[in-house]
């Protein structure tokens, strides 16, 4: 290969040639740049007829029918804080309803506090507000929680009262609202917080699993940790499962527009119409010429992470192509902003940063209410209220976290499994998962800390 060539993986320009390479030398960082051909987006030509099975043919899962129409794979109670002044006393009331407490409550999956460090000191207009302000109501309307209370400090700019306005809340049985400085300080406001809690937990409780459609759940597709093989097993079978739960009505969600880069054309063509493929473009360019071109110019031409490349990955190209493949194989029906409500049946699309529990923040927020993980160096990544699967993409990484570690596609590698039956097995397990079973990030307690919405703008 003559310095100046591509480099194709994947049937896909992963790269170019810095040097010339000779046959048995070792294709990496060390001898590839990246390549700014221009792809050809082929708007819809890959769209397929889709069959969609008949609702009495359509997998099921023991889950909570939530109003409008939503379904829950989880019972949860929410502390949701409208700013970081709050996040403490919300924390101090989660902590109240430890394990013998809820021991009381078995149809009732926990007491979580969703807290984050945002909420004033910002602008009150503009995208950075619009977004913070879209999780919120995301988080209020997620059917995984069967009761919430929402907390503020009373002065901050993300106002309760001005919340419950434009988001349409009213205080009820399972849906409260305060402030600290109108309850008179944190020890009152903690007090007063626990006592609704009390009297919310007997309700939640005659909540009971029955069985709903898998039509209803809306699947968010993640990965991070790639590695070489996250191209070849785990994110393929993701894929081959998220066309299952497309087939049984029900929505698959990828994410991470900067790991797209490179890819989007493979998601355009397969965009139902040009205007659902051009969001995708619109979005690329976006990050491209507005929100990066002022600070960060390079990020999106630039190498994936040093653990990314110690796992084989060679450029930004090669990882998106791997990471496109989650999203299975069927047409792409919507594209959404980050937290936008996914309302739209099939393989969506959501524009989110690549830091992993921000991105899925922002899918949660928009309904998912169970995650798929995809990584091949390790994680540890949890989520609440939706659960997260974690997919192992060799044998190793497996064996090495098994307590961390839900499925392994290393069985692919080692011919023991093929995409197809990976597929399958997946697709099972989210059901499994959905009508209560506890993923490995649950046995672990992890995901109290993973609530991290879109920051953008000056504070001052």
Not at 9 to 19: E, R
Not at 35 to 59: H, N, V
Not at 231 to 251: R, S
């Amino acid at each position: 290969m003559s310095k100046g060539e591509d480099i194709i993986k994947y049937d896909n320009i992963i790269g170019t040639a810095t040097v010339n390479i000779v046959i048995g030398d070792h294709v990496h960082v060390h001898n590839t740049g990246m390549s700014d051909k221009k792809r050809d987006y082929e708007f819809s030509q890959g769209c397929k007829e889709l069959e969609i099975l008949p609702e009495d043919k359509q997998a099921t899962f023991m889950g909570y029918k939530r109003p409008g129409g939503k379904y829950g794979t989880r019972n949860f109670v929410g502390i949701i804080s409208s700013v970081n002044c709050s996040a403490t006393v919300c924390k101090k009331i989660a902590d109240t309803f430890n394990e013998e407490v809820m021991s009381q409550y078995p149809n009732v999956d926990g007491v979580v506090s969703i807290t984050h460090s945002l909420g004033c000191g910002g602008n009150s207009r503009g995208m950075g507000w619009e977004l913070l302000q879209a999780t919120m109501q995301g988080y209020s309307r997620h059917p995984n929680f069967g009761g919430l209370l929402v907390i503020g400090l009373g002065c901050e700019v993300n106002q309760v009262a001005g919340m419950a306005q434009s988001m349409s809340w009213a205080n009820s049985d399972t849906f409260k609202m305060m402030t600290i400085q109108e309850v008179g300080g944190s020890r009152k406001t903690i007090n007063e917080g626990v006592e609704m809690i009390k009297q919310m937990l007997p309700i939640l409780n005659k909540n009971k699993r029955e069985k709903c459609p898998a039509s209803g759940l809306i699947l968010g597709l993640e990965c991070g940790g790639s590695d070489a093989y996250s191209g070849m097993t785990a994110n393929p079978a993701l894929g081959a499962a998220v066309d299952l739960l497309v087939k049984n009505g029900g929505t698959g969600t990828l994410a991470e527009t900067p790991e797209i880069f490179g890819a989007e054309h493979l998601l355009t063509r397969r965009a139902i119409t040009e205007e659902v493929g051009n969001k995708i473009v619109n979005f690329i360019k976006w990050w491209q010429e507005d929100y990066l071109a002022k600070h960060q110019p390079e990020q999106l031409h630039q190498d994936p992470s040093p653990g990314n490349k110690a796992g084989g990955l060679t450029t930004i190209l090669e990882k998106s192509l791997g990471a496109v493949a989650k999203g299975g194989t069927t047409n792409l029906v919507d594209v959404y902003q980050y937290a936008e409500p996914i309302k739209a049946k099939g393989f969506t699309f959501m524009n989110t940063p690549g830091y992993d529990p921000l991105s899925v923040t922002g899918m949660v927020a928009g309904g998912a209410n169970i995650i798929c993980f995809t990584t091949g160096r390790g994680s540890v990544f949890g989520c609440k209220p939706s659960p997260s699967i974690k997919l192992a993409t060799n044998n190793d990484l497996y064996e090495r976290m098994t307590e961390d570690m839900d499925i392994n596609c290393g069985k692919i590698l080692m011919g023991e499994s093929n995409i197809e039956e990976m597929g399958k097995e997946i697709f099972q397990y989210i059901l499994d998962i959905a009508s209560g079973q506890q993923s490995k990030s649950e046995i672990n307690g992890v995901g109290d800390l993973e609530f991290i919405p879109w920051q953008m703008g000056a504070f001052n």
